[in-house]
C-alpha cells in the first residue's frame, strides 16, 4: 500500500512546517522564563513524567501489539511512535486544555532536548529485541528537533524577553494564524490519509486507540495531584512525534507498512486524545471556580 495520497508531498511537508514554526513561535511569545523556576522544585513530578513519557507508552505498546497479535511490520511502525516524544503540536493542544502554564512548555523543551539521546538508545533496544539491525544517528534527531521546534520556541521566548511589547502585538496575530494553519493541515492530512486509516483494520485501530488511552490514564496518573500537570504530562505521553518516526524508518528503509502504520497512528491517536481534551477544558473551569 503507498503512503502518499493524493496531496502533493511538498504541499503537504510545506503547510506542516509552516504550521509547525508559527505554533511553537506562538507559545515561545507566551512563555515567561522565571515561570521555570516552578519546574525545578519539583524534580519529583518532572521524573515521573518522563517516566511516564519514555519508557511507560513504549512498554505499554509492546505490551497492546502482543496481545492484539498485531503483524510484525505495523507492530514496529507502532512502538516506532511510541518512542517518538515530543509532538510539535502537544504543547499548545496542552496549554489549551489547561495544562500547567510554567510546566507544559518546560517539559516540552526537555523531551524535545532528551529525545536527541532517547531515540538512539531506544532504537538500540528496539533492533536487539527484533533482532533486527536498525540505528539512527543523534545528530539526525537534533536536526530534526533543533529546526522544527527550538529554532521557533527559542525566537519567541527571547523576543518576550527582550521585547515584551512587540512579543504581545505578535502575538494576537500569530496565534490566530497557527490555529488556521492547524486547520489547513489537519485538513490536507485526512484527504490524503484517509483511504489509508480504512483500509488498516480494526485489530490495528484498536491497538493504536489502546495505546494512546494508556498513555493518556499513564500520564493523568503520573501528573501529581495539580490538575494542570496532570494534564500536561498525559497529553505529552499520548502525543508522539511522527517526524521522528519517520525519520527512523527513513534512515532504515523500513518496509512502506511501517511508515504507512506511523500515518495510522497519527490519525487515530489524534481523535482518541479528543474526548480527554474536551474533558479537561470542561474541567478547567470548575476547578479555577474552586481555587478562587
Known amino acids: ?97 489547561g495544562g500547567h502554564r510554567s510546566f507544559a512548555p518546560a517539559l516540552q523543551i526537555l523531551l524535545a532536548l532528551i529525545a536527541v539521546v532517547s531515540m538512539p538508545l531506544s532504537i538500540a533496544a528496539l533492533d536487539h529485541y527484533y533482532a533486527g539491525h536498525a540505528s539512527v544517528a543523534p545528530g539526525h534527531v537534533a536536526r530534526q528537533v533543533f529546526i522544527a521546534q527550538l529554532i521557533p520556541l527559542g525566537i519567541g521566548i527571547l523576543t518576550r524577553k527582550a521585547f515584551p511589547t512587540l512579543a504581545s502585538s505578535l502575538s494576537r496575530w500569530i496565534g490566530p ?55 500536561a504530562v498525559a497529553i505529552s505521553s499520548a502525543a508522539r512525534n511522527p517526524g521522528l518516526a519517520l525519520l527512523v524508518a527513513a534512515l532504515n528503509a523500513a518496509e512502506p507498512a511501517v511508515g504507512v502504520t506511523v500515518l495510522v497512528y497519527l490519525a487515530i491517536s489524534a481523535i482518541t486524545v479528543l474526548p480527554y481534551v474536551l474533558w479537561r477544558r470542561r474541567a478547567r473551569p470548575a476547578a479555577e471556580t474552586a481555587e478562587s
Do not use: K
Not at 19 to 47: C, K, Q, Y
Open 177 to 231: 494564524l497557527g490555529t488556521i494553519l492547524l486547520v489547513v493541515l489537519a485538513t490536507l492530512a485526512i484527504v490524503d490519509v484517509w483511504e489509508v486509516v480504512a483500509h488498516a483494520g480494526a485489530r490495528v485501530g484498536l491497538a493504536i486507540a489502546l495505546t494512546t488511552a494508556s498513555a493518556l490514564a499513564v500520564g493523568h496518573l503520573m501528573g501529581g495531584p495539580d490538575e494542570g500537570t496532570r494534564t
Open 1 to 97: 500500500m503507498p503512503i502518499s495520497g493524493p496531496i502533493p508531498e511538498w504541499l503537504l511537508t510545506a503547510v506542516a512546517a509552516a504550521t509547525i514554526f508559527t505554533v511553537m513561535l506562538d507559545v515561545g511569545l507566551g512563555v515567561v522564563l522565571r515561570e521555570f523556576r516552578w519546574v525545578w522544585r519539583h524534580p519529583g513530578l518532572v521524573a515521573r513524567s518522563l517516566f511516564a513519557v519514555l519508557i511507560a507508552v513504549p512498554a505499554l505498546a509492546l505490551l497492546v501489539c502482543r496481545l492484539l497479535g498485531i503483524p510484525r511490520p505495523v507492530e514496529i511502525g507502532i512502538v516506532l511512535m511510541a518512542i517518538s516524544p515530543g509532538a510539535p503540536v502537544a504543547l499548545r493542544r496542552s496549554l489549551g486544555a
